[in-house]
């Protein structure tokens, strides 16, 4: 599989996010398994889910070093206009309001990391401070497959 390199990275505003979704925890080196596993429990129970935006997106949500165990893990989550009626066992987040670096990747899901150092190495040299204690986002527009995801990176930065 060939990965499409999307160098054109930005700084993006984005408004409040309410999600509704899984939460995966489980081993850092388990969460390349896990989580496209939540992604497909998602998929399949996408109708049960009130008021959801988009239903051709899916959003993970993580916090890089946090200091409360309530942010631990991974949410895998679509967006939804209003919270209400929550699915059993599925989960909600609020994300608040942020300013993030944004770039793309497109291809194998391992390689995701990659795409976020080049994003890291950009935000140092325009001189952006990464806000690691704040909520980061995934927004999904392909994810079925796991050879071939399409995804926007969003790292919560400040000026």
Known sequence: MSETKLPDMTVKDLDELKLVGFRVLCAGDDYINEIPKASSRLSARMKEIKRVVSPVHQYGAFVVEGDEDDNDGYWVCVEVEEVEDIPPDMVTLTVPPQKYAVTRHRGNNKKIMDAYDELHRWI?????????????????????????????????ISD
């Open 124 to 156: 140092n040299e325009h001189h952006y401070t990464r806000l690691k204690n704040q909520w980061h986002i995934e927004k999904f527009n392909s994810w079925m497959d796991a050879e071939n995801v399409d995804v926007e990176l969003y790292d919560t």
